[in-house]
């Protein structure tokens, strides 16, 4: 099972836009979740701190929205990335997506102490707009789906 | 504005069950989220940390879609914990519930440094499973707003 992703689109971030909690590789604190393609699919894998539990043992459903969030808002600009022509690690400065909004179901509890894996199918839906759909796997098992709604940032956003 | 709630129905919470890292009173380095009542509506205030950025200035998401999701279950233990004859702080224990779907839009950037007020509304589609509505402000600014379905926990979980 892929532990790793070695081309990541947070890699090509902007700087300024590089200290989200959850994906941010600036964000000393986060998770720094690192988002890549695996074959026409995209995939973050993620191992939770012990204290990131709902009952001990398990994962909160907090970690796994917010896996599922920027999972879907790096899958979206993967796709929008290739799409203009690039890849993670080619040295262009990738997009940057917001979330619209996110819909999870929880279908098991997740086993805590395992490498979680978020693979996602994205499809889109404007030109600026992208939906992308995860499946959430503890090893083999699998716990949650998600559906994101991604936008391109607005050049707008943080000058409110 | 209402910045801390008095009697939580996290502090009823068994302590097995409190160690969730968005709402256990037992998790050292989680949100602590407290959840309590406001009339007819529950509330829960929480002011993010620093680190809790989605770009510098703003909230992530994923801050936004955990408090959503514990005030989601604990809304839903409010309800049937009054439905029984209680409230926080008359030392019942109060029945624990689990998310089965969450739901959120994004509705506008959240401001950081800023005490976060999520506001809930119940609805018993089923005496084990509750709805409950959510909107989230930023002082007076509406940012995002979530449904949560919340079902009581089975006695098997954390069993499987």
Known sequence: ???????????????????CYGCGRLNKKGHQFRTGWDGEQTVTAYKPAPEHTAIPGFVYGGLLASLIDCHGTGSASLALHRKNGHDPGDGIEAPRF????????????????????????????????????????????????????????????GKQ
């Open 1 to 19: 099972m892929l532990e790793e992703v070695k081309h990541a689109i947070q890699d090509d971030y902007p700087d300024d836009f590089s200290h």
């Open 98 to 157: 917001v979330t619209a909004s996110l819909e999870i179901k929880f279908t098991k509890p997740t086993p805590q102490d395992v490498t979680l894996k978020a693979v996602g199918t994205i499809e889109e839906i404007h030109p600026k707009k992208f939906k992308v759909t995860t499946d959430v796997y503890a090893a083999d098992e699998h716990c949650a789906s998600g559906t994101v709604t991604a936008v391109v940032m607005p050049d707008s956003f």
